[in-house]
């Protein structure tokens, strides 16, 4: 019998009183895409780094090709030919792509580096990649799908035998999956053992050959990639999937935003910004009302007009908030209509990383604890303690640094900074990208509170399903134009027509 790839058998680990990793079995063959699933703070991260050198097991043996291998280190698994593509690319920007794929192994010709042979090879590991760029571009230059494909080569430079991607899709648009997936399958056909991790249950079927579940440090179940979604569901969070969302209420006041052929100018056009061009919509009092289409539609543009964030200019046609004439489009006149906006990049530009959770939650409410110009820290202990309370930040420690929690801990902490201001309108851009079931589930029930209070709810998707069970409505978008509208139905015939709808907008 042929040796399996990789084998970690009964693999523990303990950081303090924390048991991360509680007896874990995991295995790849060769030439598998292997999923792992699992909500944050499930033990991939910690297994992973088990894989990769980055943590040193407490307990448990690592088997490549059948022999016990030991990795004190993350160059130790380097040697032996495992890769892994963090979420957070590690590529340097202000480098080209030929130098990236070379950082820190140089070639070089009498101590002189050898920029043209590494550009040749550059060349080759990029068609191994499926990547059609000049090996001679600035990674600064490049597209987030671009940057992910590099970073794969990057991995076949060191000839990786074993591939750990994590999440690798979170930032990328349906058309640059779709070549990532195609790419993916290239690698596992020439025998590249692949392990999967992913938040997004609907990659699975697309692209796994086997699915295991962690839950707790432990896994808790190994599926084929057909399983039905409830089932993965179930055992990602242990509770059945009619449960991450909440019913909706069918009692909507007013008006509260209101746009009828409406378009924004920007003072200066800036390339790949699809500005609104003629959107026409309505968001009641208790309202979500979800925003579909596929990446590039203008989506995130329209939501970052109305907030006047990332390009000045002018809005024309009717814009109305509680049945007024409004003159939005900077970032002061938003907050004086009571709007609040969450964007997609939670790290880039929704919290400043280096500070504490307690400053992070305090930023849109600071008159609140300044009541004499200067800062309150009773005041300012009270709101974070509340915020923090409210959204269920773990771990609650105001002094925390948010660089250091999880990302839906993270995605909590934005939610609290914005909503301590008590918004009328929310303006919500990917709100549960990079966050796992659980988590989701507690966003969407929060939600849908705040809605059954009289918030209303403006939100951007990528995932279909988040947005058929959560929305009252679903607008679908094209070219910064609004061209369908659908009622709810969190069932597979709502997913198929809003599915045809995107393809038609494409």
């Known amino acids: 019998m042929t040796a399996r790839l990789l084998e970690l058998r009964g693999i523990q680990k303990r950081f303090g009183g924390v048991h991360a990793l509680k007896g874990v079995d995991f295995d790849l063959e060769a030439g598998e895409v292997h999923v792992l699933l699992g909500e944050n703070g499930a033990g991939k991260s910690t297994l992973m ?38 979420q957070e690319l590690d590529l340097v920007p202000g480098l080209d792509i030929a130098a990236n794929l070379f950082l820190g192994n140089e070639i070089t010709n009498k101590g002189v580096l050898a ?55 979170a930032a990328l648009s349906a058309v640059e999956a779709d070549h990532l997936f195609t790419v993916v399958k290239e690698l596992a056909g020439r025998g590249v053992g692949i392990v999967y991790i992913s938040h997004r249950l609907e990659e699975v079927t697309r692209i ?40 909706r209420s069918a009692k909507l006041g007013a008006p509260i935003l209101r746009l009828e052929h409406a378009a924004f100018d920007p003072d200066i056009p800036r390339a790949g910004w699809q500005a609104p061009r003629d959107v026409s919509l309505t968001v009641h009092v208790g309202e979500i009302v979800g925003l579909a289409g596929l990446m590039g539609v203008g989506r995130t543009e329209l939501l970052s007009a109305l907030y006047g964030f990332g390009a000045n200019g002018r809005w024309r046609g009717l814009v109305e908030m509680h049945g007024r004439p409004a003159a939005l489009g900077t970032i002061r006149a938003a907050r004086r209509a009571g709007i609040s906006y969450v964007t997609d990049d939670r790290r880039g530009t929704g919290l400043i990383l280096n500070h504490t959770v307690g400053q992070n939650a305090v930023m849109s409410t600071l008159k609140r604890v300044t009541p004499f110009g200067l800062v309150s820290r009773a005041l300012e202990r009270r709101q974070v303690k509340r915020a923090l309370e409210d959204y ?115």
């Open 208 to 247: 796994a050959d086997r699915v295991t579940v962690m839950r707790d440090g432990a896994v808790v179940g190994t599926t084929s990639p057909d399983a039905p979604q409830a089932t993965l569901v179930q055992l990602l969070v242990g509770r059945p999937f009619s449960d991450l969302f909440p019913a």
């Open 115 to 169: 920029g043209a042979a590494m550009r040749s090879q550059a060349q080759d590991l990029l068609a191994r990649a499926g990547v059609s760029l000049d090996a001679s571009l600035p990674v600064a230059s490049l597209r987030m799908g671009e940057r992910q494909l590099v970073a794969i080569a990057k991995a076949l430079s060191a000839k990786a035998r074993i591939l750990i991607m994590d999440e690798p899709t």
């Open 392 to 506: 269920d930040v773990r771990p609650r420690r105001p002094e925390a640094k948010v660089v250091n929690l999880s990302g839906g801990n993270q995605q909590k902490v934005v939610f609290a900074k914005e909503l301590m201001s008590e918004p009328g309108l929310l303006l919500l851009d990917e709100p549960t990208r990079g966050v796992d079931v659980g988590a989701k589930a507690e966003i969407y029930r929060r939600l849908r509170g705040l809605a059954d209070k009289g918030l209303g709810v403006l939100v951007a998707s990528s995932e279909l399903p988040e947005l058929i069970g959560l929305c009252n409505r679903i607008i679908v978008m094209r070219a910064g134009r609004t061209i369908h509208e659908f009622g709810p139905g969190p069932d597979e015939d709502a997913v198929r027509r809003i599915s045809e709808a995107e393809d038609l907008a494409a």
């Open 49 to 86: 780094g088990v894989l990769s050198g980055a943590v040193v097991p407490d307990e448990g043996v690592i088997r490549l090709d059948g022999n016990p291998v030991r990795f004190a280190n993350p160059r130790d698994a380097h040697g032996a030919g495992i890769a892994m593509i963090p």
